[in-house]
Protein backbone atom coordinates (compact mmCIF):
# COMPACT_ATOMS: atom_id res chain seq x y z
CA UNK A 1 0.00 0.00 0.00
CA UNK A 2 2.86 2.36 0.70
CA UNK A 3 3.86 2.62 -3.37
CA UNK A 4 -0.02 3.11 -3.98
CA UNK A 5 0.12 5.73 -1.55
CA UNK A 6 2.91 7.31 -2.63
CA UNK A 7 2.11 7.25 -6.65
CA UNK A 8 -0.81 8.84 -5.32
CA UNK A 9 0.62 11.27 -3.26
CA UNK A 10 2.81 12.39 -6.26
CA UNK A 11 -0.04 12.44 -9.13
CA UNK A 12 -1.91 14.75 -6.39
CA UNK A 13 1.11 16.58 -6.27
CA UNK A 14 1.58 17.53 -9.94
CA UNK A 15 -2.31 18.21 -10.66
CA UNK A 16 -3.29 20.45 -7.67
CA UNK A 17 0.14 21.81 -7.54
CA UNK A 18 0.23 22.53 -11.36
CA UNK A 19 -2.98 24.19 -11.09
CA UNK A 20 -1.97 26.24 -7.94
CA UNK A 21 1.17 27.24 -10.09
CA UNK A 22 -0.83 28.12 -13.32
CA UNK A 23 -3.74 30.10 -11.91
CA UNK A 24 -2.26 31.94 -9.01
CA UNK A 25 0.93 32.75 -10.13
CA UNK A 26 1.36 32.38 -14.00
CA UNK A 27 -2.07 33.63 -14.39
CA UNK A 28 -1.87 37.18 -12.78
CA UNK A 29 1.38 37.75 -14.48
CA UNK A 30 0.38 36.88 -18.04
CA UNK A 31 -2.49 38.59 -17.66
CA UNK A 32 -0.87 41.86 -16.97
CA UNK A 33 2.35 41.75 -19.57
CA UNK A 34 0.75 40.16 -22.37
CA UNK A 35 -1.43 41.23 -24.98
CA UNK A 36 -4.38 38.82 -26.43
CA UNK A 37 -2.52 37.25 -28.94
CA UNK A 38 0.69 36.30 -26.98
CA UNK A 39 -1.23 35.49 -23.81
CA UNK A 40 -3.36 32.79 -25.51
CA UNK A 41 -0.74 31.02 -27.95
CA UNK A 42 1.04 31.16 -24.14
CA UNK A 43 -1.48 29.30 -22.27
CA UNK A 44 -2.43 26.78 -25.72
CA UNK A 45 1.39 25.88 -25.01
CA UNK A 46 1.19 25.33 -21.50
CA UNK A 47 -1.49 23.45 -21.02
CA UNK A 48 -0.39 21.43 -24.57
CA UNK A 49 2.85 20.41 -21.88
CA UNK A 50 0.62 20.38 -18.43
CA UNK A 51 -2.18 18.39 -19.56
CA UNK A 52 -0.64 15.55 -20.74
CA UNK A 53 1.42 15.20 -16.84
CA UNK A 54 -2.73 15.50 -15.64
CA UNK A 55 -3.49 12.56 -17.75
CA UNK A 56 -1.43 10.67 -16.11
CA UNK A 57 -1.94 11.92 -12.89
CA UNK A 58 -5.45 11.54 -13.09
CA UNK A 59 -5.05 7.61 -14.49
CA UNK A 60 -2.61 7.32 -10.76
CA UNK A 61 -4.86 8.82 -8.60
CA UNK A 62 -8.07 7.30 -9.42
CA UNK A 63 -5.64 3.55 -9.82
CA UNK A 64 -4.13 4.05 -6.85
CA UNK A 65 -7.45 5.47 -4.88
CA UNK A 66 -9.83 2.58 -6.15
CA UNK A 67 -6.39 -0.15 -4.90
CA UNK A 68 -5.86 1.62 -1.62
CA UNK A 69 -9.67 2.08 -1.04
CA UNK A 70 -10.70 -1.86 -1.57
CA UNK A 71 -8.30 -2.09 0.66
CA UNK A 72 -9.37 -0.59 3.63
CA UNK A 73 -13.13 -1.68 3.03
CA UNK A 74 -14.38 -0.32 -0.51
CA UNK A 75 -18.06 0.70 0.55
CA UNK A 76 -17.27 0.09 4.48
CA UNK A 77 -14.28 2.17 3.87
CA UNK A 78 -14.30 5.11 6.37
CA UNK A 79 -16.39 8.04 5.43
CA UNK A 80 -13.52 10.41 4.63
CA UNK A 81 -12.03 7.90 2.16
CA UNK A 82 -15.51 8.09 0.08
CA UNK A 83 -15.50 11.70 0.03
CA UNK A 84 -12.11 11.83 -1.40
CA UNK A 85 -13.33 8.92 -4.17
CA UNK A 86 -16.59 11.51 -4.96
CA UNK A 87 -14.42 14.74 -5.08
CA UNK A 88 -11.74 13.27 -7.22
CA UNK A 89 -14.26 11.77 -9.95
CA UNK A 90 -16.06 15.36 -9.81
CA UNK A 91 -12.75 16.93 -9.97
CA UNK A 92 -11.61 14.44 -12.80
CA UNK A 93 -14.96 14.63 -14.54
CA UNK A 94 -14.42 19.00 -14.75
CA UNK A 95 -10.94 18.02 -16.05
CA UNK A 96 -12.05 15.67 -19.14
CA UNK A 97 -14.89 18.69 -20.13
CA UNK A 98 -12.22 21.40 -19.83
CA UNK A 99 -10.02 19.21 -21.75
CA UNK A 100 -12.94 18.29 -24.92
CA UNK A 101 -14.67 21.33 -24.85
CA UNK A 102 -12.97 24.84 -24.05
CA UNK A 103 -9.13 23.70 -24.28
CA UNK A 104 -10.55 22.85 -27.76
CA UNK A 105 -11.92 25.60 -28.54
CA UNK A 106 -8.96 27.88 -27.57
CA UNK A 107 -6.64 26.10 -29.43
CA UNK A 108 -9.26 26.29 -32.46
CA UNK A 109 -9.41 30.08 -31.87
CA UNK A 110 -5.11 30.69 -31.57
CA UNK A 111 -4.82 28.68 -35.00
CA UNK A 112 -7.26 31.13 -36.74
CA UNK A 113 -6.03 34.23 -34.89
CA UNK A 114 -9.93 34.66 -33.06
CA UNK A 115 -8.89 36.45 -29.89
CA UNK A 116 -11.98 37.26 -28.65
CA UNK A 117 -13.50 33.77 -29.60
CA UNK A 118 -9.76 32.41 -27.52
CA UNK A 119 -10.08 34.66 -24.90
CA UNK A 120 -13.83 33.79 -24.37
CA UNK A 121 -12.55 29.80 -24.04
CA UNK A 122 -9.98 30.74 -21.44
CA UNK A 123 -12.14 32.57 -19.71
CA UNK A 124 -14.03 29.52 -19.39
CA UNK A 125 -10.41 26.98 -18.43
CA UNK A 126 -9.80 29.64 -15.93
CA UNK A 127 -13.10 29.16 -14.19
CA UNK A 128 -13.15 25.85 -14.06
CA UNK A 129 -9.26 25.42 -13.28
CA UNK A 130 -10.65 27.65 -10.21
CA UNK A 131 -13.12 25.70 -9.30
CA UNK A 132 -11.09 22.01 -9.84
CA UNK A 133 -8.23 23.73 -7.54
CA UNK A 134 -10.67 24.59 -4.70
CA UNK A 135 -11.43 21.38 -4.76
CA UNK A 136 -8.89 19.51 -4.96
CA UNK A 137 -7.43 21.49 -1.77
CA UNK A 138 -10.47 20.70 -0.02
CA UNK A 139 -10.02 16.91 -1.13
CA UNK A 140 -6.16 17.01 0.64
CA UNK A 141 -8.20 19.11 3.55
CA UNK A 142 -10.72 16.21 4.13
CA UNK A 143 -8.40 13.28 3.73
CA UNK A 144 -5.83 15.04 6.67
CA UNK A 145 -8.99 16.23 8.54
CA UNK A 146 -10.87 12.24 8.25
CA UNK A 147 -7.77 11.00 9.01
CA UNK A 148 -7.51 12.99 12.65
CA UNK A 149 -11.16 12.10 13.24
CA UNK A 150 -10.96 8.45 12.51
CA UNK A 151 -7.79 8.51 14.40
CA UNK A 152 -5.50 6.86 12.00
Known amino acids: MN??????????????????????ALRPVAASVL????????????????????????ALILATGLHMLMKIGGAAAPLYALAMLV?????????????????????RAVGQQDWKAGGAALGQIRMLIGINLSLGLLTIAVMFLGREFAGF
Open 3 to 24: LALMLHVLGVVVWVGGMFFAYL
Open 35 to 58: EPPQRLTLWVGVFGKFFPWVWLSV
Open 87 to 107: LGVIMMLIFVHVFFAPYKRLR
